[in-house]
């Protein structure tokens, strides 16, 4: 069958749709896209943060130290079940859970953190950021620096 062919049975099947009656409802008017506030501005705790892997054992061998880095711990030296950890490679050694330094959820590279020296927080890419002084400002980094 041709697209011409195709196109004109699509439309025939079109009006002779049935014609609604005064018993249907309205249609729903397009709802306005309302918009989000950024995530950074309402993410301040590791709860609303996305990526967190699960079931991690603290000291643990782990795989990305730049990107969704955290974890909840079940087990591992002197860990409590749900404690927040990291993954990290303290001195170039490999990658590990460690616990971590206050998170304090999804923020800005580059934002300004004064206030929150040695927090942790998450990009909205996933990226791992530390709170550290830079050029004379407390601003949030690459954590994996």
Do not use: H
Not at 2 to 28: F, H, I, Q
Not at 36 to 55: E, H, L, M
Not at 73 to 78: D, N, Y
Not at 79 to 105: D, E, H, K, N, W
Request: proline letters at 12%.
């Amino acid at each position: 069958m041709t697209a011409v062919a195709l196109a004109g049975l699509l439309s025939a099947a079109v009006l002779a749709a049935a014609p609604a009656s005064a018993d249907d409802p309205a249609p729903n008017p397009p709802q306005p896209i309302m918009p989000n506030p950024a995530i950074s501005d309402v993410c301040n705790d590791a709860f609303c943060t996305p990526g967190i892997t699960p079931n991690v054992v603290l000291g643990a061998p782990c795989g990305d130290t730049s990107f969704y880095v955290f974890g909840t711990a079940v087990g591992g030296p002197s860990i409590q079940p749900g404690r927040l950890v990291f993954c990290g490679s303290p001195r170039r050694y490999a990658p590990r859970y460690f616990r971590t330094m206050p998170m304090v959820g999804i923020k800005e590279l580059g934002a300004s953190c004064r206030g929150m020296i040695d927090n942790m927080a998450q990009a909205p890419d996933g990226l791992f950021l530390s709170c550290a002084l830079k050029d004379g400002n407390m601003v949030w980094v690459p954590g994996a620096e």
